[in-house]
């Protein structure tokens, strides 16, 4: 069975400062890994994949992630945040085989201050 | 534009009533889910199906019935046996064969009074 944690429930920087996600997976065999954001009172959007090419995945708004498999981690970064980034992000993980869903995590809540 | 499109987007219900929701897409794809979120719980699913004419439970399916008739629509019905429907409810999709990256709709937030 595969499972997320993310750690920090709420995180908060200022603009302009790095943006640090955290994601820990745990899966019997190796992982397809995802980042979703979602605003308010809407549906998810992907940010990024991973799909057992490079560790080093780099996905749309400036934000990208990392597998290490040795730590089963996937955090999410951004190296300078901005306003708008201000939202809910969630990792999420699907087996290699089997069937075809994902599991998500809780939701990091991400606020910016000016 | 191709997407996927959930109705209606706010509902409002008395209790012991059953609500229906709403999921139409026009991406050609093959499976369909819906997934619950509640505040710091994540997203839980509920039910998926990967063709037409078959579906499976997911996590929380208790209180729920769901129907794939046509490959387009997945409608989800929460009957009054769901304790707790007071939720934002998401489907999503996803093309049969792919690494299972979904594709959701704007949601459709349930409140019972």
């Known amino acids: 069975a595969q499972s997320v944690t993310q750690l920090g429930s709420h995180v908060s920087v200022s603009e302009g400062a790095l943006v640090l996600l955290r994601c820990n997976y745990s899966s019997s065999v190796p992982p397809y890994l995802f980042w979703y954001v979602q605003y308010p009172n809407k549906g998810l959007q992907l940010l990024l994949k991973y799909t057992s090419a490079a560790t080093l995945v780099k996905g749309i708004n400036g934000f990208e992630a990392e597998f290490k498999k040795s730590e089963t981690s996937f955090h999410l970064t951004k190296p300078s945040a901005h306003m708008s980034d201000a939202a809910e992000y969630f990792c999420a993980v699907r087996a290699l085989q089997g069937a075809q869903k994902l599991v998500f995590g809780q939701g990091t809540r991400l606020t910016i201050n000016p | 534009d191709g997407g996927i499109t959930q109705s209606p987007k706010y509902l409002f219900r008395k209790e012991g009533q059953n609500v229906t929701l709403s999921c139409e897409q026009n991406l050609n794809h093959d499976a369909m889910y819906w997934y619950r979120q509640d505040p710091g719980q994540g997203l839980r699913l509920i039910y998926y199906s990967q063709i037409v004419n078959d579906f499976q439970k997911g996590d929380i399916a208790e209180g729920y019935s769901v129907s794939r008739e046509k490959k387009e629509s997945f409608p989800l019905t929460v009957t009054s046996a769901q304790k707790n429907p007071t939720a934002f409810y998401l489907c999503?999709?996803?093309?049969?064969?792919?690494?299972?990256?979904?594709?959701f709709g704007e949601g459709s937030r349930l409140t019972v009074l």
């Open positions: 999503a999709s996803s093309p049969s064969g792919g690494i299972g990256e979904l594709f």
